[in-house]
């Protein structure tokens, strides 16, 4: 097996990894967009101590050892790559919170595979790590987006393997979430969901999920009547009652919103049309307490960068150690 040159040349390494925010509404495991809200894991060669520490959300709650999410996403990578794990410690600082349907763990997962392919040098394309990273995850939606950054479409081919596509948002489009306390992990969420669905809602699901792939790309305002969906909400805002609530004060104020992932976090999208201000937002996230967030989309996606890489490394993508391959 080779070694990998990380621990050799004692390089530290620093990987980015925004947050997202899945389904979009009736893009059910289809949809995703990355959020301006990061997970940062700075892999330091050597060390003695545990093999993740942790600060920010899930500080004292995720594991430190070799069975911590992120470490077995870049131990996974190495596997692949036919290569030994690096001789790293990773300090996380995390700003995602956990189970809340903003892609905590997409954001670990990818954290390390772009982690892996920077330490150990290896030739992977961002079309290999969304698969790798699809099969841990289980779904693309949230770790396509989280790699990518920008509005992603997931779709199989019939060969079975994965389609992305990727884009920015529609100028100007705000993501505005409605976070509360209360935490769902998204196994328990998908769980629930229904085995089949009528074929008239189907049908109506995909007349939904053009209109509105086409309003966020800005080919036209999406329809908040015409954005609801109806293959994962109805069953987990069952229980999820709390969020229905919010979504129903958001839908009767003419926004475009859903549940988050798998929820139980509510986002609406804001495409400058509506006239709604903030402190309207703030009050209904008041009146449910849960705290509101205003976000922006995130148009870089995941980079890992050593340190003394070049300056423009992770920002025009023009380093070695984050490739990208045209998908
Ligand atoms: N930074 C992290 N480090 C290690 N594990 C993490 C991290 N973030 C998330 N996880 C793992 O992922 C789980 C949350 O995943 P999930 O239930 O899919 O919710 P989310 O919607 O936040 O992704 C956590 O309970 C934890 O096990
Ligand atoms: N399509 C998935 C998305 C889960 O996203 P997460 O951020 O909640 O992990 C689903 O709806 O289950």
Do not use: K, Y
């Not at 077995?72 to 596997?79: D, G, N, Q």
């Amino acid at each position: 097996m080779q070694t990998s040159t990380a621990g050799a040349t004692g390089v530290a390494v620093t990987a980015r990894v925004p947050a997202t925010t899945a389904n979009l509404g009736p893009g059910f495991d289809a949809f995703g967009l990355a959020l301006a809200c990061e997970l940062v894991v700075r892999a330091v060669p050597g060390g003695d101590g545990p093999r993740v520490t942790t600060r920010g959300e899930g500080a004292g709650e995720v594991t430190e050892g070799d069975d911590n999410l992120v470490w077995r996403s870049l131990e996974r990578l190495c596997v692949e790559q036919g290569v030994e794990p690096p001789p790293v410690r990773l300090e996380v600082v995390n700003a995602i919170p956990l189970e809340r349907g903003l892609g905590s763990s997409s954001a670990a997962i990818v954290a390390g595979l772009v982690l892996g392919r920077a330490l150990c040098d290896v030739r992977v394309g961002d079309r290999q790590l969304v698969e790798l990273a699809t099969e841990i995850e289980g779904h693309p939606d949230n770790v396509a987006p989280a790699l990518l950054g920008g509005l992603v479409a997931c779709a199989r081919d019939d060969d079975g393997s994965l389609v992305v596509r990727r884009r920015n948002p529609a100028p100007g489009l705000r993501p505005v979430a409605f976070v509360p306390q209360a935490r769902q992990a998204t196994t328990a969420a998908r769980a629930v969901l229904p085995a089949t669905l009528p074929r008239a809602q189907v049908a109506e699901q995909a007349a939904r999920a053009g209109h509105v792939l086409a309003g966020l790309l800005g080919a036209w305002p999406v329809a908040a009547g015409a954005a609801g969906d109806r293959l994962h909400e109805p069953a987990r805002l069952e229980v999820m009652t709390a969020t229905g609530a919010v979504l129903a004060a958001l839908r009767e104020r003419g926004l475009h919103a859903f549940l988050s992932g798998a929820g139980p976090t509510a986002v609406c999208l804001l495409d400058g049309t509506a006239g709604v201000e903030l402190a309207e937002l703030e009050a209904i996230g008041r009146a449910h307490d849960v705290t509101v967030r205003s976000l922006r989309p995130d148009l870089r996606g995941a980079f890992a960068c050593a340190d003394g890489g070049c300056a423009l490394s992770g920002v025009q993508r023009t380093c070695a150690h984050c490739p990208r391959q045209g998908l």
